[in-house]
């Protein structure tokens, strides 16, 4: 029967919605010849779907989990800001991020997210401290992450059987071990900010997703993507029963672009109150596999992660005169003024 699309909300009336597909997750894991074909169609198009994942099984326990991770976040983030900088990120895989750190969706805006991140390296390495929380709850992100990579994992083989892929050019092939890549969890919370008060502080800056397959929840609207026929915003409502999926750069890379990546953010919706949450798994390749990026340059995956984390941090004018923070899908803007 599918996932019927819920009504749109009275405070979102009047807005610009995405019409994406959705796709059966139960028929690619039974081998559906016709759903394996629309998932390469929209992968190649969109580069953004709803997935569903009802049903029995898995799927059901999978959807179960981020209930529980829903529940998670809200008592973690609901902490005080002291105690939870005490779990501040070293690294760009796991803990802590306070608002602000990077930029905003608008200019001269910082970004208005807090986020904790899990990574399957702190959680396979007995010598990776973990937050406190995250360890008390350790059986739980396990399974979770388990389950969202074996989501993507069979996403990634649905479109190497739909594109004749055959060996090592089979895109699982670059994707063998979670524990030698920059695959994560990262949990994140919109505090609710009143719109008077968004002048300098608001949403997510607009990027493409650094790896190949991104798995995602929230439980609010607020995601936007930028429609490939018309270049403007719209927004992807949250849909119960669903992940909404999106192709990352690194796929569009491996794919030689025929994969689509595409550009989204975050912006609030007036009317909506509360905090949003997103649960978001990012599927990345092994550190060590290469490819050529939206300069033209052959790289490692890791080397991409860190470069595009780096350009997450930077200033406006400095995220437009390179291809990095964008993959490549908007023109590198010339007549920016010079950094300092």
């Known amino acids: 029967m599918g996932v019927p699309e819920s009504p749109i909300p009275s405070f979102a009336r009047g807005l610009a919605v995405a ?23 929209v992968s190649t198009s969109e580069g953004f779907f709803y997935l569903d994942l009802q049903g029995e099984g898995e799927p059901a326990a999978t959807l ?37 750190f990077f930029a905003g969706p608008y200019d001269g805006t910082r970004d208005a997210y807090e986020s904790l991140k899990v990574s399957h390296k702190s959680l396979d ?20 992450l388990g389950q969202a990579n074996g989501i993507a994992r069979q996403l990634l083989s649905s479109l190497s059987s739909a594109m004749f892929l055959t060996g090592r050019e089979r895109f699982e092939a670059s994707h063998e071990t979670s524990a030698d890549s920059n695959s994560t969890l990262v949990l994140l919370r919109y505090p609710y900010v009143p719109p008077a008060l968004r002048s300098q502080t608001v949403g997510h800056n607009k990027h493409t997703d650094i790896g190949s397959i991104t798995v995602l929840f929230t439980d609010q609207w607020g995601l936007q993507v930028m429609a490939a026929d018309t270049q403007r915003w719209e927004y992807v409502p949250p849909r ?26 975050v912006v609030p919706v007036d009317g909506q109150t509360g905090d949003r949450h997103t649960i978001a798994y990012f599927l990345r390749p092994d550190n060590r596999v290469s490819f050529v990026d939206s300069n033209g ?33 908007e023109p590198v803007d010339m007549e920016a003024p010079a950094a300092g």
């Open 64 to 100: 179960a989990n981020v209930d529980r991770i829903y529940r998670f976040m809200r008592s973690w983030f609901n902490q005080s800001a002291e105690t939870k900088l005490q779990s501040l990120q070293s690294n760009y895989l796991d803990g802590y991020k306070a608002t602000g």
């Open 125 to 144: 390495a007995a010598s990776e401290p973990l937050v406190a929380d995250v360890q008390s709850h350790r059986g739980l992100f396990e399974t979770y």
């Open 297 to 329: 340059e052959l790289v490692t995956a890791e080397r991409w992660h860190d470069v595009k984390y780096e350009v997450f941090r930077a200033t406006h004018d400095e995220q437009r005169r390179d291809t990095v923070l964008t993959g490549g899908l």
């Open 240 to 265: 119960a029963g669903c992940a909404v999926i999106n192709v990352g750069d690194s796929l569009r890379f491996l794919s030689r672009k025929r994969l689509r990546s595409c550009l989204h953010r």
């Open 19 to 41: 019409a994406l597909p959705t796709i059966s997750y139960r028929a690619l894991v039974d081998g559906d010849a016709g759903e394996t074909a629309k998932l390469l169609s």
